[in-house]
Antibody, heavy 114, light 112 residues
Framework: EVQLVESGGGLVQPGRSLKLSCAASGFTFSNYYMAWVRQAPKKGLEWVATISTSGSRTYYPDSVKGRFTISRDNAKSSLYLQMNSLKSEDTATYYC???????WGQGVMVTVSS | DVVMTQTPVSLPVSLGGQASISCRSSQSLVHSNGNTYLHWYLQKPGQSPQLLIYRVSNRFSGVPDRFSGSGSGTDFTLKISRVEPEDLGDYYCLQSTHFPNTFGAGTKLELK
């Protein structure tokens, strides 16, 4: 059974950093592109980042480019999202997802507020 | 960026009835490889999104045949027949043909 479990969320002040993690199981992690998708409270879905199987290629929308960094550790079947220079508009539930995306984690809440 | 226009915003339905959701893209979603990367998701209250339909018309594993997707180019439709209580929630379309991936704004399927 495919499982994706996010962690690392919480309350952070504007301008600070936070790193999210996603532990994957139930499939061969290194064979799949992975992504982060977020959802602001009571809002729709927004794609945040994608990473290739080896980690050599990453993709971001303009809204987070230069501030967020997606990475992975295939040996640990883990996906990460380093978020720097956080803004109030980054407040959202962040989902880890397998390419497709077909499977999603349960999400982790990030609140950016002073 | 490709804009995905999803309608209606809210769709009241009766149990056992039929629902239809439209998703239109601001440009063709046909990839240079010939595939069309348009997908449909359902997000039930308090849950993460779940994949229903991938590449226009393919039902994901475990998705009942009450769900069907169709369309081409810029115009796509998700149909739900014989609506059941577990079908209620927010539906989203997603295009992943063009960078960046973009979602529709969502359609709330609710009881009439």
């Amino acid at each position: 059974e495919v499982q994706l479990v996010e962690s690392g969320g919480g309350l952070v002040q504007p301008g600070r950093s936070l790193k999210l993690s996603c532990a994957a199981s139930g499939f061969t992690f290194s064979n799949y592109y992975m992504a982060w998708v977020r959802q602001a409270p009571k809002k729709g879905l927004e794609w945040v980042a994608t990473i290739s199987t080896s980690g050599s290629r990453t993709y971001y929308p303009d809204s987070v480019k230069g501030r967020f960094t997606i990475s992975r550790d295939n040996a640990k079947s883990s996906l990460y999202l380093q978020m720097n220079s956080l803004k109030s508009e980054d407040t959202a539930t962040y989902y880890c997802a397998r390419e497709g995306p077909d499977y999603w984690g349960q999400g982790v809440m990030v609140t950016v507020s002073s | 960026d490709v804009v995905m226009t999803q309608t209606p915003v809210s769709l009241p339905v009766s149990l056992g009835g039929q629902a239809s959701i439209s998703c239109r893209s601001s440009q063709s979603l046909v990839h240079s490889n010939g595939n069309t990367y348009l997908h449909w998701y359902l997000q039930k209250p308090g849950q993460s999104p779940q994949l229903l339909i991938y590449r226009v018309s393919n039902r994901f594993s475990g998705v009942p045949d009450r769900f069907s997707g169709s369309g081409s180019g810029t115009d796509f439709t998700l149909k739900i027949s014989r609506v059941e209580p577990e079908d209620l929630g927010d539906y989203y379309c997603l295009q992943s043909t063009h960078f960046p991936n973009t979602f529709g704004a969502g359609t709330k399927l609710e009881l009439k």
